[in-house]
């Protein structure tokens, strides 16, 4: 198997074993809403959390949300990359409304069904979650109007790959809005606990690194709208419930007083940001 499908197997292992855990015992990447650091820090309205299936709410594992002040129209073909169990889907398929398409692609067999479980239960018939990587998506080119992605493409081994393909499948002038973590660079020894690789910490990149993959892609206008550096109070919150639970580590947990060694080594380096930027008119010499 390659290093990259191997960091995938790890990565899906971990996800499949967080969406089965009961509610608030250990999480990744901020873990469930009510109970996680980062999600709560999300953004997401009382309202419309209220509003979905709270398995949905539960299995949330974001950092961001995406869906805010990202226009979405009636009748839009949206894409969420990494749907998770489909938090993000659900909020985007009720702004599109029937006439429009929200099309999910996750690599994990459990995600993908919690993810079909909840749409059925919102009665939402415009949601469509296929299964697949983030780097090969399962869509075609040129057919969608919104790319959304929340705490995913730092899971990603190649993220180049994944930045070129959120412009592929983009329609000219289709746009894309992206909530994820990026990180200034970390000591060696930290970066070689691999358990922070699924908790979204280690794989995760500079921001200008980031930025500089997207606008590579051939995407325009991008640019951050939000950013919430990590205060150390946050981050070893964050820390503790994701590296000392049994969710993301399994017997890999690492002791406290680990993770407080991790934290003071990373804090002020690690933040979620949201990111916009559209797929640019073809310039015909
Ligand atoms: C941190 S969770 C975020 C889930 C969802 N976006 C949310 O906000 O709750 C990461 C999700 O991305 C999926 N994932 C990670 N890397 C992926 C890849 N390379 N291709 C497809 N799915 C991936 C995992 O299976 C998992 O469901």
Same mark, same amino acid.
């Given at each position: 198997?390659?290093?990259? !499908?191997?960091?995938?197997?790890?990565?899906?292992?971990?996800?499949?074993? #967080?969406? *089965?855990?009961?509610?608030?015992?250990?999480?990744?990447?901020?873990?469930?809403?009510?109970?996680?650091?980062?999600?709560?820090?999300?953004?997401?309205?009382?309202?419309?959390?209220?509003?979905?299936?709270?398995?949905?709410?539960?299995?949330?594992?974001?950092?961001?949300? &995406?869906?805010?002040?990202?226009?979405?129209? /009636?009748?839009?073909?949206?894409?969420?990359?990494?749907?998770?169990?489909?938090?993000?889907?659900? $909020?985007? @398929?009720? $702004?599109?409304?029937?006439?429009?398409?929200?099309?999910?692609?996750?690599?994990?067999? #459990?995600?993908?069904?919690?993810?079909?479980?909840?749409?059925?239960?919102?009665?939402?018939?415009?949601?469509?979650? %296929?299964?697949?990587?983030?780097?090969?998506? &399962?869509?075609?080119?040129?057919?969608?109007?919104?790319?959304?992605?929340?705490?995913?493409?730092?899971?990603?081994?190649?993220?180049?790959?994944?930045?070129?393909?959120?412009? %592929?499948?983009?329609?000219?002038?289709?746009?894309?809005?992206?909530?994820?973590?990026?990180?200034?660079?970390?000591?060696?020894?930290?970066?070689?606990?691999? *358990? $922070?690789?699924? !908790?979204?910490?280690?794989?995760?990149?500079?921001? #200008? /690194?980031?930025?500089?993959?997207?606008?590579? #892609?051939?995407?325009?206008?991008?640019?951050?709208?939000?950013?919430? *550096?990590?205060?150390?109070?946050?981050?070893?919150?964050?820390?503790?419930?994701? $590296?000392?639970?049994?969710?993301?580590?399994?017997?890999?947990?690492?002791?406290?007083?680990?993770?407080?060694?991790?934290?003071?080594?990373?804090?002020?380096?690690?933040?979620?940001? %949201?990111?916009?930027?559209?797929?640019? @008119?073809?310039?015909?010499?």
């Amino acid at each position: 198997m390659s290093r990259p !499908a191997e960091v995938r197997k790890t990565v899906s292992e971990t996800y499949a074993r #967080a969406v *089965v855990q009961p509610p608030g015992s250990g999480s990744c990447c901020g873990g469930p809403v009510p109970q996680g650091v980062a999600a709560t820090l999300a953004g997401y309205s009382r309202e419309a959390l209220a509003a979905l299936p709270p398995d949905a709410v539960r299995n949330s594992f974001g950092c961001g949300n &995406p869906v805010a002040l990202a226009e979405i129209r /009636e009748g839009e073909t949206v894409l969420d990359l990494g749907s998770g169990a489909g938090i993000d889907l659900l $909020l985007a @398929a009720k $702004l599109v409304g029937p006439r429009g398409k929200v099309i999910g692609v996750d690599m994990t067999p #459990a995600m993908i069904e919690r993810a079909r479980a909840n749409a059925a239960a919102a009665g939402l018939a415009n949601v469509d979650v %296929r299964e697949g990587i983030i780097e090969d998506l &399962p869509v075609d080119s040129d057919s969608v109007d919104l790319v959304i992605s929340n705490c995913v493409i730092n899971l990603s081994p190649e993220k180049q790959r994944v930045f070129a393909e959120i412009h %592929r499948v983009l329609k000219v002038g289709g746009r894309f809005s992206i909530s994820d973590i990026v990180a200034e660079p970390m000591p060696d020894w930290v970066l070689q606990l691999t *358990v $922070l690789y699924s !908790a979204c910490i280690s794989g995760a990149i500079p921001e #200008a /690194e980031y930025l500089a993959g997207l606008r590579n #892609a051939g995407l325009d206008d991008v640019e951050v709208r939000d950013r919430l *550096v990590y205060e150390p109070a946050q981050l070893g919150a964050l820390l503790d419930s994701e $590296l000392s639970g049994s969710c993301c580590c399994g017997s890999d947990a690492l002791p406290k007083a680990e993770v407080d060694r991790v934290t003071r080594a990373v804090a002020g380096k690690v933040a979620s940001i %949201r990111v916009v930027g559209r797929k640019p @008119a073809e310039i015909i010499p």
